[in-house]
């Protein structure tokens, strides 16, 4: 297993502004991915973060809008930028320790408001 | 399209009687179908994997099973507690495929 943390927990943010949300894992991991949920709905995938290159993006997510980087195999960041009030959700952060088909181990989520 | 429906929204039962969660899903061909539960404000935690090769999964009082013919998994928790309450997320990965794909979800609540 392997234990998540995020930060941070929550932030309200202005519209046009940016945050950054880390992620931080207490092993090597090998694969770690960031995920949103928008209020009422289930988790939608936004990238897997690779190590030493640039994360591999899902469709309807751009790395303009949501930069991310991984240095090494226990650190993550995903930043939301310009964000507006749309971008108002919980993003979570998840890691496989055996690969991205087998069990995923979730931190506890940024919930982030813009107003 | 591809779709993961998760039938009942809301789900209630009494304490010490067994919860049936529905999965379905259509245009996949899952490899593995997981099952996950999440509290308010915390994450997904892990709870049962079943392989497309397998027809049934227990752990302890959980139990899974998979139908691809159906394409549909059941999720079975049995002599219920009010501290199984919780929303509990179907997810499912196809085979060469990287990432999981995720339904909207079950909210459980077991009434003392």
């Known amino acids: 297993s392997a234990v998540i943390s995020q930060k941070p927990s929550r932030d309200i943010c202005q519209r046009g502004t940016s945050l950054t949300i880390q992620c931080q894992v207490d092993?090597?991991?090998?694969?770690m991915f960031w995920y949103r949920q928008q209020p009422g709905q289930s988790l939608t995938l936004i990238a897997t973060?690779?190590?030493?290159?640039?994360?591999?993006?899902e469709s309807g997510f751009v790395i303009d809008k949501f930069p991310i980087s991984r240095p090494n195999l226990t650190f993550s960041t995903l930043t939301v930028s310009n964000m507006s009030p749309e971008d108002s959700s919980i993003y979570l952060c998840?890691?496989?320790?055996?690969?991205?088909?087998?069990?995923?181990?979730f931190g506890p989520g940024t919930r982030l408001l813009v107003l | 399209s591809q779709k993961i429906e998760q039938n009942s929204e809301a789900l209630n039962i009494q304490e010490g009687k067994t919860a049936t969660l529905t999965c379905n899903y259509t245009?996949?061909?899952?490899?593995?179908l997981q099952w996950y539960r999440q509290d308010p404000g915390r994450g997904p935690v892990f709870l049962l994997l079943?392989?497309?090769?397998?027809k049934e999964k227990r752990k302890e009082r959980l139990k899974v099973t998979f139908d691809t013919t159906l394409k549909q998994s059941l999720f079975h928790i049995t002599a219920s507690q009010p501290a199984d309450s919780a929303t509990y997320l179907c997810?499912?990965?196809?085979?060469?495929?990287?990432?999981?794909?995720f339904g909207t979800g079950t909210r459980l609540t077991v009434i003392p």
């Open positions: 092993s090597q991991v090998t694969m």
């Open positions: 973060a690779n190590q030493g290159s640039e994360a591999t993006y």
């Open positions: 998840s890691v496989s320790t055996s690969g991205a088909q087998e069990t995923q181990y």
């Open positions: 245009n996949y061909s899952p490899a593995y």
């Open positions: 997810a499912l990965s196809q085979t060469g495929a990287n990432n999981l794909f």
């Open positions: 079943i392989r497309e090769n397998e």
